[in-house]
Structures are given as structure tokens and as C-alpha cells.
């Protein structure tokens, strides 16, 4: 399959912590990358590989992987945190790229 | 520090061909893929495809019949043509920059996209 799968919708009270997925059958394969979008912005990759951040992501993020699911962790949710996630990688075929249909994320 | 800019017509008619073009400034050209990516109003991310310095291309298989990526190595720019269009191809298109590896030993491997243009919304009205 060439799809990944994430819940169209997570929310999290101030301050505690949220788990984003991933599904899909790439990311037995490829590690997810995950990005972070505000309305009326390009998206933002906040995780890539194994558990990266770009510079200037806080620590508060963090990325895991097991079988065919991939997830980003927010510990300490901010209310800047609230937007949209996707993930993202290649195919099983590592020609065509995939994007998860994204979370939007409500911080309470 | 890389960035990309990008531009190109806004508004078109049912049945024109969308063309944008996205020049990049600092860093390598020659190590990435460079990709267009678009997202219709209030819609998901849709990667359209990639092409890398010596031209190499790769079409998401919904779009393959319409789109064209080009690279222009001389000036660091990459271009999207997209024939055909209708309402259903209004939203915003991104230009970006990806990039993929393997792990040590090549067991996992590794993609993600780490500089976007500031997007162009385009508009397929009558």
C-alpha cells in the first residue's frame, strides 16, 4: 500500500502530552517525517529519521517508530503547538512520495 | 540558508496549463529532489513530483498524464507544468526541497522535506 493513515483529529489539555500515529505499510521501511502547519503557512518539518529536529524545534518533540506505525510525541503541550501534523515518506517502491491525510491538533 | 522562491500565474482557465517555476538560493542543488507539493482549500498535502539535477523524475500516478517537472541547472531553478486543468486542481502549490538517505547498514531508510517555498495559490475559474 502507498497510504498512511493518521486520526483527522487529537486534542490535549495545556501542559500534557499528546501522541500523534502514522499507519501505513512504507514505514516498515522509511522512517516518518512529520511537519507541523499553521493556517496561512508551508508547513514545517518539526521530526525526520530516526527522532530528529530540525534546529530551532523544541525538545518538546520527539519521533518513534514500531512496525508499520510511526508516531510524534508532544510532551508539554503549548498552546502553539495547536495546528496541523502530517506525516510523511516514501512508497514501499521508494518512487512516489505519501502524505498522511493530517491531525489537527486542539490544545485545551 | 536555503530558501526557494517561486511564482507564476494565479489565475486560469478550465482546460490551460498551470506553470510555476521555483528558484533556489544557497546550498546545493545537485544532492536533492526537488519536488512540487500542493494542498486544495482546506485539503491534506498532495505530492505532485520530484525531479532531481540530471533530470531524473518521479509523478505522483494520478497526475503522471499531466504534469511535466523540468530543471534548469544553469540558473538553479525547476519548473511544474500541469495541462488540462479544472476546478479540482485550485489550491495552493509548493515548491520544496527533499532529501533521502539510508540508515547505517541500510536497513531503514529516510525522506523528508526540510525548505518550502512561501506556496502560490492558483485559481481554475471561468
Known amino acids: 500500500s502507498s497510504e498512511l493513515t493518521q486520526d483527522p483529529a487529537v486534542s490535549v489539555a495545556l501542559g500534557q502530552t499528546v501522541r500523534i500515529t502514522c499507519q501505513g505499510d512504507s514505514l516498515r521501511t522509511y522512517y516518518a517525517s512529520w511537519y507541523q502547519q499553521k493556517p496561512g503557512q508551508a508547513p514545517v518539518l518539526v521530526i525526520y529519521?530516526?527522532?530528529n529536529r530540525p534546529s530551532g524545534i523544541p525538545d518538546r518533540f520527539s519521533g518513534s517508530s514500531s512496525g508499520n506505525t510511526a508516531s510524534l510525541t508532544i510532551t508539554g503541550a503549548q498552546a502553539e503547538d495547536e495546528a496541523d501534523y502530517y506525516c510523511?515518506?516514501?512508497?514501499?517502491?521508494?518512487?512516489?512520495?505519501?502524505f498522511g491525510g493530517g491531525t489537527q491538533l486542539t490544545v485545551l | 540558508q536555503v530558501q526557494l522562491q517561486q511564482w507564476g500565474a494565479g489565475l486560469l482557465k478550465p482546460s490551460e496549463t498551470l506553470s510555476l517555476t521555483c528558484a533556489v538560493y544557497g546550498g546545493s542543488f545537485s544532492d536533492y529532489y526537488w519536488t512540487w507539493i500542493r494542498q486544495p482549500p482546506g485539503k491534506g498535502l498532495e505530492w505532485i513530483g520530484e525531479?532531481?539535477?540530471?533530470?531524473?523524475?518521479n509523478y505522483n500516478p494520478s497526475l503522471k498524464s499531466r504534469v511535466t517537472i523540468s530543471v534548469d541547472t544553469s540558473k538553479n531553478q525547476f519548473s511544474l507544468k500541469l495541462s488540462s486543468v479544472t476546478a479540482a486542481d485550485t489550491a495552493v502549490y509548493y515548491c520544496?526541497?527533499?532529501?533521502?538517505?539510508?540508515?547505517?547498514?541500510?536497513?531503514?531508510?529516510?525522506?523528508?522535506?526540510?525548505?518550502w517555498g512561501k506556496g502560490t495559490t492558483v485559481t481554475v475559474s471561468s
Open positions: 520544496a526541497r527533499g532529501d533521502v538517505g539510508a540508515t547505517t547498514g541500510g536497513r531503514y531508510y529516510y525522506y523528508y522535506i526540510d525548505v
Open positions: 529519521g530516526k527522532n
Open positions: 510523511n515518506s516514501r512508497d514501499s517502491s521508494g518512487n512516489h512520495v505519501v
Open positions: 525531479i532531481n539535477h540530471s533530470g531524473s523524475t
